[in-house]
């Protein structure tokens, strides 16, 4: 069975059930600042499960684009990648436990037939705040022993391993989950809730150490494959209060769902990485197996610099576009490992190929990927010679400032030393660069895009964002379109396409048409309707919600497709000011606006 047999099978197996299937939301987070990207299916979805009410109903499904930057270091393993599909079923306070567990064995076991006998289940352990989830412990022996499986409970899998156990009590760590991770990661106002979750048994026993295997340990044996999360939860300042709903989220990688049903251990020998794997092999002239480390970085990060690519983002030293340009140098650098001379923008054709009937969208212009490594090779040079004037070995400081400077990877530092006869010191190196990395995560804490927030002054800046865009595609062009925001309480930065700097004069005009429907004091409407009506009124926005969305107007100035917070008359908005212009990226201004006198 196939990777687009098993999406397919999955969407019409829930949508059986009631459940209205969403297309994917864009990897691009909008008005939401936790993540540079959608890491994963229920991210889009924070309103809903808090509570607000989604235009197409209370059951959901859909086969999310997702990325993870945390997970790029873990490339290499067989089982991790950047770039994933999630694929996830929502009950907004419909369904519970009962349901949701029985549906997904039902979907693993009868729709794509993997064997009850290799999948275990664990649950939440509880903890001082929240109870320990007997329930869910009780529905899966009931599912088990219809199977003809005893289902033994183990609580201490961690230190005794898994002593024939089926089902494995964890704590927070493993059983727990939010966007922000933790109970005590989680800051206020953020959903969160137990989960249960599936492994699949691959039957390799690749278990190396003291401590025993148990499923959740990392020696590969086991495999998530499945994740059913209890969100009934938020964080408070004084701990947690249950929501007004019930939500499950259910979250399940394709990628290793594949992996399981086509009987294999490692995700990379599934269909949706085959291809790409053999274009490596005929690009390098070596095999697969002999060098996988190098194979799977370079086809994992180019699969992810492909579709972020494809979303109008383009590599730069800032933000999205320097996490696209990390991708493609780190998998040029094993790409030279593996002696390869040409572009590895051969590998975007063969991946699309693959994606084509999921995603006919997913286009990119490759000499994107070519400029890319054109500098990074000049790069290159200028840190090779930086290296030759080192005398001796090479101390972590120097490494380091390799690194910083000249974006020379320490691999590449460490071949060039071997050639040469030197040591480097790996360990002041790693010194320096924990010390850059805690530099890194405290600027990091500010807002990175979307909204920071749901307060009032925040509210009225996104909805002056609406005006802002429209105006500027009055006054430079329907060609405009939002590529980009970062809204706060005191300011609105606003990313679009355009090639030129603004004139005074086109500012002026920007402004006015903003100011005129601001004094007008025009109501601002918000409809439900199915996207297809919503383009046909007009209506701008790429970000996709479904069959059905909400379209925000204001009479004669903005008609946008969007799902934040807006206020209700635009009268209260005051003056409305842009205060700073600059280019973003090729092809992209971005500009700085505030609301005076509101």
């Known amino acids: 069975m196939k990777s687009s047999e098993i999406r397919k099978k999955f969407l019409n197996f829930y949508n ?19 993540t540079l990207f959608t890491s994963s299916g229920m991210q889009p979805l924070v309103p809903y499960l808090l509570g607000e009410k989604h235009p197409s109903g209370r059951r959901l499904c ?23 599909e999630m694929l996830g079923n929502w009950s907004l306070g419909d369904y519970f436990k009962k349901e949701q567990l029985n549906w997904i064995f039902e979907f693993l076991t009868k729709e794509l037939g993997l064997d009850p006998s290799r999948l275990y289940t664990t649950c939440f352990r509880g903890n001082e705040e929240i109870e320990k989830d ?99 939860f938020k964080k408070t300042k004084d701990g947690f209060e249950k929501l007004e709903q019930k939500n499950v989220d259910f979250g399940g990688g394709l990628e290793r769902i594949t992996l399981a049903v086509q009987g294999l251990d490692n995700v990379f020998e599934t269909d949706l990485f085959v291809n790409v794997i053999k274009k490596i092999e005929e690009l390098s002239g070596k095999n697969y197996q002999d060098n996988v480390k190098a194979f ?8 992810a610099a492909t579709f972020i ?53 997913l286009k990119i212009d490759l000499s994107i990927i070519e400029k890319e490594e054109e500098k990074f090779n000049q790069t290159l040079e200028r840190g090779i010679k930086e290296f030759e004037k080192i005398s001796g070995d090479i101390s972590g400081v120097q490494a380091f400032n390799l690194y910083q400077s000249y974006g020379f990877p320490i691999e590449i530092t460490q071949e060039l030393a071997q050639e040469k006869g030197k040591k480097v010191d790996l360990k002041g190196y790693q010194q320096e660069f924990e010390k850059h990395k805690k530099v890194s995560q405290a600027s990091s804490q500010s807002f990175r895009g979307g909204l920071a927030d749901t307060s009032e002054k925040t509210t009225k800046l996104h909805t002056a964002a609406h005006l802002m865009l429209a105006g500027l595609r009055k006054v430079l062009g329907t060609h405009v379109e939002q590529k980009g925001s970062n809204i706060t309480a005191e300011r609105l930065r606003f990313d679009f396409s355009h090639s030129k700097k603004l004139t005074d004069q086109e500012v002026e005009k920007v402004e006015n048409f903003v100011n005129q429907a601001i004094k007008k004091s025009l109501p601002v409407e918000v409809q439900e309707m199915s996207l297809k009506d919503a383009q046909k009124m007009g209506a701008v926005g790429s970000f996709k919600y479904g069959d059905k969305v909400k379209v925000y107007s204001i009479k004669n100035a903005s008609c946008e497709i969007c799902g934040g917070p807006h206020v209700e008359n635009t009268s209260v908005l005051g003056e409305f000011k842009i205060i700073k212009q600059e280019s973003s990226s090729a092809g992209v201004r971005r500009v700085k606006a505030i609301l005076k006198n509101e």
């Open 62 to 84: 859909n086969s999310q684009k997702c990325f993870r930057a945390e997970d790029i270091d873990e490339i290499g393993d067989s089982r991790h990648t950047t770039f994933f």
């Open 134 to 232: 007997k329930e869910s412990v009780e529905i899966w022996q009931e599912i088990f022993k219809k199977e003809g499986i005893e289902a033994k409970v183990v609580d201490s899998a961690e230190k005794e391993g898994l002593q024939k156990g089926r089902i494995f009590y964890y704590g927070v760590e493993e059983n727990w989950w939010s966007r922000s991770g933790v109970p005590s990661k989680m800051p206020e106002g953020e959903p969160g809730g137990p989960d249960s979750e599936i492994f699949y048994d691959t039957g390799n026993d690749k278990h190396k150490g003291n401590l025993p295997c148990h499923v959740n340990c990392d020696c590969g044996r086991f495999i998530e494959i499945a994740n059913s999360v209890f969100m009934e």
């Open 16 to 34: 059986k059930k009631n459940h209205a299937v969403l297309p994917s939301a864009s990897l691009l987070p909008e008005n939401d600042a936790s």
């Open 296 to 303: 799977e970085v370079i086809a994992d990060h180019l699969k």
């Open 309 to 361: 690519i494809s979303e109008g983002i383009e590599p730069s030293n800032l933000q999205q576009g320097y996490m696209v340009r990390r991708l493609i140098r780190r998998a040029m650098r094993y790409a030279r490992l593996l002696g390869i001379k040409e572009s590895l923008k051969s590998l975007a054709p063969v991946i699309i190929k693959d994606y084509q009937d999921s995603y006919p969208n």
